[in-house]
């Protein structure tokens, strides 16, 4: 099998596997349950335990869900690289734009504190969810997250011209991404509908 081949191969497994709408699905709830929790002033569930038990639950879906549909995935070492500095680059970009956005308040010049300290709370807010949520779009192959990070910074604009409590980008960010995830889902249901599938994809 040519290179050509192989490589388009391997990125049609991928996108089989990354197209089930579950990510998705837990972002947007993780967004929509901090986002309700702050406009009612309840805190249903603390936002690290969302995040912690993302993961978890994401497995146990996959397992029940696209591991039955489009069997276990073993990635093979080039894309196992590609995914691992991808991580890398996700994780380094957070720190940079925590740094850019924060120290600067503490350790810089003053005109650049003054400055920090005029630019609104809720943007700083969406930076740090819009700019990630892009990122990895980019290096995940994931456009869904592009349009998710629009999503954040043009709810935010427009809460803001109306006045309206900062919780909503969330709400309005989480409602896209569970309606985007629902679609999604659909739609690989529709693609894979058969289960029992054993073998093993390696992408």
């Known amino acids: 099998m040519d290179t050509h081949r192989l490589s388009e191969l391997e990125g049609q497994t991928y996108r089989a596997v990354v197209d089930d709408g579950l990510w998705d ?20 569930i ?37 995914m691992k500095r991808a991580g890398c680059i996700l994780a380094i970009s957070v720190a940079g734009l925590l740094a850019v ?11 650049l504190r003054q ?20 990122i990895a779009g980019y290096v995940f192959e994931l456009k869904r997250l592009l349009i998710y990070a629009a999503v954040v910074l043009l709810s935010t604009a427009i809460l803001l011209a109306v006045e309206a409590r900062g919780e909503w980008v969330l709400v309005v960010s989480g409602a896209a991404a569970i309606i985007s995830g629902l679609v999604v889902l659909a739609m690989f249901l529709r693609r894979y509908p058969g289960q029992g599938k054993e073998q093993a994809l390696h992408g």
Request: no cysteine; proline share 9%.
């Open 46 to 82: 603390p936002g690290y335990l969302l995040i912690a038990f993302s993961m978890p639950v994401w497995r146990y879906l996959r397992k029940r869900i696209t591991e039955p549909r489009v069997g276990y995935v073993q990635w093979n070492p080039a894309r196992k690289s590609r």
């Open 25 to 44: 699905l837990l972002l947007g709830a993780v967004f929509l349950l901090m986002g309700v929790s702050g406009i009612t002033h309840r805190r249903l």
């Open 101 to 111: 956005l924060l120290l600067p308040k503490f350790l810089g010049p003053e005109a």
């Open 115 to 134: 400055g920090l300290l005029q630019i609104p709370g809720r943007w700083k807010a969406a930076v740090l969810l819009a700019i990630p949520l892009a």
